[in-house]
C-alpha cells in the first residue's frame, strides 16, 4: 500500500511537470529556427528542409510596406472605396525565374484595390522562386489585405 500511495505522488508531480516541459521544447524549436531563419515545420519534418517557399525580397514585410507605399499613393483609391471595409485576396503563380503571372482575385470586396495589387505586384521586383533541393519551381502565392476604415474615417491596410 506505500508503494501504491508513492505511485500516485511521482504521477502527480510528473503530470504537474508536463506542461512546462512541453512549452520549454516548443520554445526551443521556435529558437533554433529563428536562429537559424527557417520554420518550425521543417524543424519537425526533416524531408521538407530542402524546400525553400517563393518571397518578396526582403520577405512580408517589406511586401507590405512596397503595397501600402503604392496604394496610398494612388490618387483615385480613396474614392474607390467610399468608406468600405472589406478583404482583398489575389492568387498569382510565381515561375522558377522569379516572374508573377496568372493573378486570379478570390475574394474582393473592393475590384479597384484587387486591381491595384495584381498591377503594383507586376510591375515590382522579381520574387525569389520556390525551391525544392535547390531546384527552382513554379508555385502559387496569395497575398491578402483587409481594408479598414477606422472611427475618424482613416484608412487602415492589413497585410
Do not use: C
Not at 505511485?7 to 511537470?17: E, G
Not at 529556427?33 to 524531408?47: G, H, R
Amino acid at each position: 500500500m506505500i508503494t501504491h500511495q508513492k505511485k500516485q505522488r511521482f504521477a502527480f508531480a510528473s503530470r504537474r511537470l508536463l506542461l512546462p516541459l512541453a512549452v520549454l521544447l516548443v520554445i526551443a524549436f521556435a529558437a533554433k529556427a529563428e536562429k537559424n531563419k527557417f520554420s518550425v515545420s521543417q524543424l519537425v519534418n526533416a524531408e521538407r528542409r530542402d524546400t525553400v517557399n517563393a518571397s518578396f525580397p526582403g520577405g512580408e514585410r517589406e511586401r507590405a510596406k512596397y503595397l501600402s507605399r503604392l496604394i496610398n499613393a494612388d490618387k483615385f483609391y480613396k474614392d474607390s472605396i467610399q468608406n468600405r471595409q472589406g478583404t482583398v485576396n489575389v492568387q498569382f503563380t510565381v515561375d522558377e525565374t522569379g516572374n508573377l503571372k496568372d493573378f486570379v482575385p478570390i475574394e474582393g470586396d473592393i475590384p479597384y484595390i484587387t486591381n491595384l495589387i495584381s498591377k503594383y505586384l507586376k510591375e515590382g521586383p522579381i520574387w525569389t522562386p520556390k525551391k525544392i533541393n535547390g531546384k527552382p519551381v513554379l508555385s502559387t502565392q496569395q497575398v491578402l489585405l483587409k481594408v479598414s476604415v477606422d472611427k475618424w474615417g482613416i484608412m487602415k491596410f492589413e497585410f
